[in-house]
């Protein structure tokens, strides 16, 4: 989850956001073949929230972007898989939202040669607005287990 403290307000006052990026250290993957990951918007993760609940209706809002990657296993260091996600920060200002919650899951979930570990810090989403950078916004990363 990555918190957008007043973004609204630098949206007024420069016009636009020029860019945006999400970013997740990947620290462990199953091999160096590349596999896809999609990047989704979901809804806000809490404490009853593990992996088997999260397919709940509705949990996964908005599949925004799939990306091929492998990094962390021997002979492919680990590296931060990054995302553009201005449209999805644009629209969260544009609406006032406080906070975007990400969620990164493969594309396909039985291959037992997509899974990969992201480290619990390290990440965020970088925002640049009116030609400045605006801010990193940090996220909560929160591990979810089944």
């Not at 201005?86 to 396909?108: D, H, Q, Y």
Request: aromatic content about 10%; glycine content about 8%; some cysteine.
């Amino acid at each position: 989850m990555a918190l957008l403290p007043d973004i609204d307000h630098q949206v007024r006052r420069t016009g636009s956001i020029l860019s945006a990026e999400f970013a997740a250290r990947e620290t462990h993957a199953a091999s160096c073949d590349a596999r896809e990951i999609r990047l989704w918007r979901t809804k806000r993760i809490n404490s009853p929230t593990t992996w088997n609940k999260q397919t709940a209706d509705g949990f996964w809002v908005d599949h925004h972007q799939t990306r091929s990657f492998a990094y962390g296993y021997d002979g492919c260091a680990s590296k931060d898989a990054k995302f553009g996600v201005r449209a999805m920060v644009a629209e969260a200002a544009s609406k006032k939202r406080p906070t975007i919650t990400f969620g990164m899951r493969a594309a396909n979930e039985e291959d037992p040669c997509t899974w990969k570990r992201f480290s619990d810090s390290g990440g965020g989403v970088d925002v640049h607005a009116g030609g400045e950078e605006f801010a990193r916004f940090m996220g909560q990363a929160r591990r979810v287990y089944q």
